[in-house]
């Protein structure tokens, strides 16, 4: 069965670096998505992504954070300047069409020091 | 925006017995709501789904059953296995938009053997 899958699956970063979290969607998906947990919190939603712009966004995607599909496959989430609070697990997510389920990668864990 | 609560926080049931973890959302617009299970470190992964047109859904030892009219709905787990303990997590959607995956706050679920 066809999954999306993170890169990498652990990331450690000083503070006020820049960090890329790579994603490969479900190939013939069509709507992208980011989601973060902080640790022992609920999935909480970042922003979607669809025919190659952002569709919606979460009071937390500021302007720190940006997207981007820059080829056919991959899907990345960039953070400017990182803070200690942006330290969680973020959920690359992809579904086909309308109205079908979000299939969810394996994260990627981002520690900040 | 959509809000969902979820209850309880915690649950442990004795093996064999049922689990029962509940929902209440607020967007009447939100006609979507699957659940997902997330073991430790590892991505939600859909278990179960159903949408408003729909009361009741079983697959197996799963069910889940919604009320539009009170805005409710549940997961029923029976003939626990130790295998089932796990953080469980309902989500609710639009179909309007970018279909974005509003989430409760999760049932960390316990089985006893």
């Known amino acids: 069965e066809p999954e999306v899958t993170q890169t990498p699956s652990h990331q450690v970063t000083q503070m006020g670096q820049e960090v890329i979290l790579r994603c490969v969607p479900i190939?013939?998906?069509?709507?992208f998505y980011w989601y973060r947990q902080i640790l022992g919190q609920k999935v909480e939603f970042l922003v979607s992504?669809?025919?190659?712009?952002?569709?919606?966004k979460s009071e937390i995607f500021d302007d720190q954070f940006s997207v981007e599909r820059p080829d056919g496959s991959n899907f990345t989430l960039k953070i400017r300047s990182t803070k200690l609070e942006d330290s969680a697990m973020y959920f690359c997510?992809?579904?086909?069409?309308?109205?079908?389920?979000?299939?969810f990668g394996d994260g990627t864990r981002l520690s900040i020091l | 925006g959509e809000n969902v609560e979820q209850h309880p926080s915690t649950l442990s049931v004795q093996e064999g017995d049922s689990a029962v973890i509940k929902c209440t959302y607020s967007?009447?617009?939100?006609?979507?709501f699957p659940w997902y299970k997330q073991e430790l470190g590892k991505r939600p992964q859909l278990i179960i789904d159903?949408?408003?047109?729909?009361g009741e859904k079983k697959d197996q030892r799963i069910a889940v059953t919604l009320n539009k009219t009170a805005k409710h709905f549940s997961l029923h787990i029976t003939e626990t296995q130790p295998e089932d303990s796990a953080v469980y997590f309902c989500?609710?959607?639009?179909?309007?938009?970018?279909?974005?995956?509003?989430f409760g706050t999760g049932t960390r679920l316990t089985i006893i053997p």
């Open positions: 997510a992809s579904r086909v069409e309308s109205n079908q389920p979000q299939h």
């Open positions: 190939s013939n998906h069509l709507y």
């Open positions: 992504f669809y025919n190659n712009e952002i569709s919606e």
């Open positions: 967007d009447s617009a939100s006609n979507y």
């Open positions: 159903i949408r408003s047109n729909v």
């Open positions: 989500a609710a959607r639009s179909n309007f938009g970018n279909e974005k995956l509003t």
